[in-house]
Nanobody, 125 residues
């Protein structure tokens, strides 16, 4: 059973940085894509970033490109989302997700199989 546990959320000011972590367990993830999604109040869940675990190929939403970086630590089986230059519009619950995936570029659609419980990120102006 795949388990994903997010941490690292909090309340920050605009321009600050945060690093989210997603501890993954339950199997080896070499053939998986790992994604970060977010959902703001009253809005649909949206794609933020993803990577392929084996090759580390990344993909980003246009709204975070250049500010956010997704990465993974194989030894710790953990995926990170480094968020810099945060804006109030980045305020949302952030979810880690995983799916079996053998393609080259990780998918941005939300049809991932496994999800974490989410961590709140609030950016004040």
């Amino acid at each position: 059973q795949v388990q994903l546990v997010e941490s690292g959320g909090g309340l920050v000011q605009a321009g600050d940085s945060l690093r989210l972590s997603c501890a993954a367990s339950g199997r080896t993830f070499n053939n998986y894509a790992m994604g970060w999604f977010r959902q703001a109040p009253g809005k649909e869940r949206e794609f933020v970033a993803a990577l392929t675990w084996s090759r580390g190929i990344t993909r980003y939403a246009d709204s975070v490109k250049g500010r956010f970086t997704i990465s993974r630590d194989n030894a710790k089986s953990t995926v990170y989302l480094q968020m810099n230059s945060l804006k109030p519009e980045d305020t949302a619950v952030y979810f880690c997700a995983a799916r079996n995936y053998l393609g080259a570029v990780p998918p941005g659609a939300s049809d991932y199989s496994y999800w974490g419980q989410g961590t709140q990120v609030t950016v004040s102006s």
